[in-house]
């Protein structure tokens, strides 16, 4: 099946400074993936969403010069935490549909990566 | 706005009790409605669909329009269904974007 892989599984920063976590689709292609954003016991909440060749499309009270968004090829997007704060911590999930095959609403999530901010 | 309900943040129950985690969703339009799982420790994955009226692992789900809900049923209830389960809610068809509410942890005790 589908994989989508991410890196960081985890990471611990010290405030202030930028964090960059790749997500990847490992066996298909993607020209959207989406970025959701985790808080402990709560649900995921659809930070952007990262289009392969253009512009990320930001939720409305996202920041986006503070989640800076890349989506360089079919099978990679990133997300960097620019000037991170304590506040910044969560656990930030990806998720990708397949370019082709399979139903056209599948998504594929990344495990997620935990980032500390100290 | 559209927007996904899950009232119960916890449901516990017995192994063999039959199970219904609630879900209602406000939306205008046609919307496409799923049911995530996601077992301990590992990535959230897709359980069901309304679309393909689909039984998975013995739960079923029923799109009910004129009450805005899509509740997950099952049966008879194992401890391997212990699991946060995400009702989410794509506003077309597509690879568009998923509204996901609260969840509902469902603990199966022996």
């Known amino acids: 099946g589908a994989v989508v892989s991410q890196h960081p599984s985890w990471v611990i920063c010290k405030s202030g400074t930028s964090v960059k976590i790749e997500c990847r689709s490992l066996?298909?292609?993607?020209?959207?993936m989406f970025w959701y954003r985790q808080f402990p016991k709560q649900s995921l909440m659809l930070m952007a969403t990262?289009?392969?060749?253009?512009?990320?499309?930001?939720e409305q009270g996202v920041e986006k010069d503070k989640f800076l968004i890349n989506h360089a090829s079919l099978t990679l997007s990133t997300l960097t935490v620019t000037s991170a704060h304590p506040e910044d911590s969560s656990f930030y999930i990806c998720?990708?549909?397949?370019?082709?095959?399979?139903?056209?609403?599948?998504?594929?999530f990344g495990p997620g990566t935990r980032l500390t901010v100290l | 706005a559209q927007r996904v309900t899950q009232p119960e943040k916890l449901l516990s129950v017995f192994k063999g009790a039959p199970v219904e985690l609630k879900c209602n969703y406000s939306?205008?339009?046609?919307?496409?409605l799923f049911w995530y799982v996601q077992y301990s420790r590992q990535r959230l994955q897709l359980l069901l669909r309304?679309?393909s009226r689909e039984s998975i692992k013995g739960f079923t789900a029923d799109l009910n329009k004129g009450e805005t809900s899509f509740h997950l049923k099952k049966p008879f209830a194992q401890e391997e269904d212990s699991a946060m389960y995400y009702c989410?809610?794509?506003?077309?068809?597509?690879?568009?974007?998923?509204?996901f509410g609260a969840g509902t942890r469902l603990a199966v005790h022996p």
């Open positions: 066996d298909f292609q993607a020209t959207t």
């Open positions: 989410a809610l794509t506003l077309s068809g597509g690879y568009n974007k998923l509204i």
């Open positions: 309304h679309i």
């Open positions: 939306y205008s339009g046609s919307p496409e």
């Open positions: 998720s990708a549909p397949p370019l082709a095959g399979g139903p056209t609403d599948t998504q594929y």
């Open positions: 990262s289009n392969e060749g253009s512009k990320a499309t930001y």
